[in-house]
């Protein structure tokens, strides 16, 4: 299947799914999406039952996308880059400490307990998954999903300071998740001995540090030459330069975190054209172009998770152990982020059932998934099955619950957070 065949096939899927959603179930977007792809991969993979050949050719196009490549080394740069466009930097920097102890220390945090839990549990259900196995999987599960908790905000409309340290969380603790699952995937598959803290200290500061300085120094300097011009057709094509060109360099050339460049990258650029001297037209198709991708290339992500589907193969030991997981994921997120909010509470005042919405708000995704795709050998099957069970599970159950808690601890408790 070539590469105009797949475009084709996950154009028209979204498509369809998209009006579905908005016709008839009209759920958020990154819920409906994933659903109604998620119902009719149903019934294609029982219309295999019948013989019927559309089966195998669905089968043939998921195998072929390749969901790792196409999401964390495509996809997830553009999507990044459109998220933190729009983030305001003076409400960013106003939480800049809840935000940085959230991005890397709850990550931390979240990875152990996950890695502990999963370890506890399989062995109680007697499922044999290697002792780092267990932390490859707390890796790729704790950091949250900006793609899917930026659309569910968007949606429920939660109270602006809320809605800062859940977004700008997520934003950065993805790249702090990446560098966790492939020092943890090194280790477990014995490529990498133990590494002494210190040696683990500086592989950090090179991914996430590396990472925050090149999207400064690229923001800086694209922000630089589109305060120059005010033609937006020029300023599109300059912004997409520095997606495509710079996360390749800082991901194949400089070895640091791409995500968190981009994230901080896309922060910058936003900055600059809200306050350029440019033209209110050429600003606004800028950011209607960037939209707009974002929106496109959020519903192909939403319908490529569905048809995920596909590649799950859930027995009873697979069944029982992701249910335990979910448990053991949602406590952790409570634990990751109660540990910084109570830290943070010595220097400044939160509403008290902020820990409650952040972990409840705390939701996984397209990320999680690329990155449980990525392993190889006997493990992939189990860590793909539990990791698409806690992603399906946080975006329905929870991202479909978060809305009426927030209103209700709005009435509450009020909406300062």
């Known amino acids: 299947m070539n590469v105009q065949d797949i475009v084709g096939f996950l154009l028209s899927l979204t498509a369809i799914s998209s009006y579905i959603n908005y016709k008839f ?43 790792d490549d196409t999401f964390l080394h495509g996809m997830l740069s553009f999507m990044l880059f ?17 935000i940085l102890m959230l991005a890397t220390v709850s990550v931390i945090i979240s990875t152990i307990l996950i890695g502990y839990g999963t370890w506890w549990l399989t062995r109680a259900l007697d499922i044999q998954l290697p002792f780092y196995y267990c932390f490859v999987f707390g890796a790729l599960i704790s950091p949250t999903d900006p ?37 943890a995937l090194a280790i477990a598959t014995g490529e990498q001995q133990l590494l002494e803290p210190a040696e683990v200290t ?20 694209a922000a630089f030459f589109l305060r120059s011009i005010d033609d937006y057709e020029v300023q599109i094509i300059l912004t997409l330069a520095l997606v495509t060109g710079g996360y390749t360099l800082v991901t194949s050339a400089l070895d640091v975190s791409g995500p968190i460049c981009m994230a901080m990258a896309g922060l910058i650029v936003g900055n600059a054209l809200r ?22 290339l959020n519903a ?36 990751s982020v109660f540990i910084p909010v109570s830290f943070m509470s010595n220097f400044r005042k939160f509403n008290p059932s902020v820990i409650l919405i952040m972990t409840w708000g705390g939701l996984r995704g397209g990320i999680s998934i690329a990155l449980a795709l990525s392993i190889e050998g006997v493990n992939h099957d189990f860590i793909v099955s539990i990791t698409y069970a806690v992603v399906l599970f946080s975006m329905v159950v929870q991202g479909l619950t978060i809305g009426p808690l927030i209103k209700k601890v709005a009435h509450t408790h009020g909406t300062e957070s």
């Open 25 to 67: 179930v009209k759920l958020p977007k990154s819920i409906g999406i994933t659903l109604v792809t998620l119902l009719l991969t149903m019934l294609v993979t029982l219309s295999g039952r019948f013989g019927w050949e559309v089966n195998d050719l669905a089968e043939t196009l998921v195998f072929s996308i390749g969901f």
């Open 82 to 98: 459109a998220g933190s466009m729009h983030v305001n930097t003076e409400e960013l920097f106003k939480n800049k400490y809840i």
């Open 147 to 183: 793609i899917a908790v930026l659309g569910i905000l968007k949606h429920v409309g939660a109270p602006k300071s809320l809605e800062m340290k859940i977004a700008g969380e997520a934003l950065f603790n993805d790249g702090m998740g990446i560098v966790l699952f492939f020092l």
């Open 202 to 221: 500086w592989y950090f500061l090179q991914q996430a540090g590396g990472g925050l300085a090149c999207g400064v120094i690229m923001g800086l300097g």
């Open 275 to 296: 306050e350029s001297k440019m033209t209110r037209e050429s600003v606004q198709k800028v950011y209607d172009f960037w939209d707009l991708l974002d929106e496109v």
């Open 300 to 335: 192909i992500l939403f319908v490529l998770i569905g048809l995920e589907f596909m590649r799950i193969n859930f027995n009873l030991s697979t069944s029982l152990t992701a249910m335990g997981v979910i448990v053991i994921t949602v406590l952790a997120r409570w634990v």
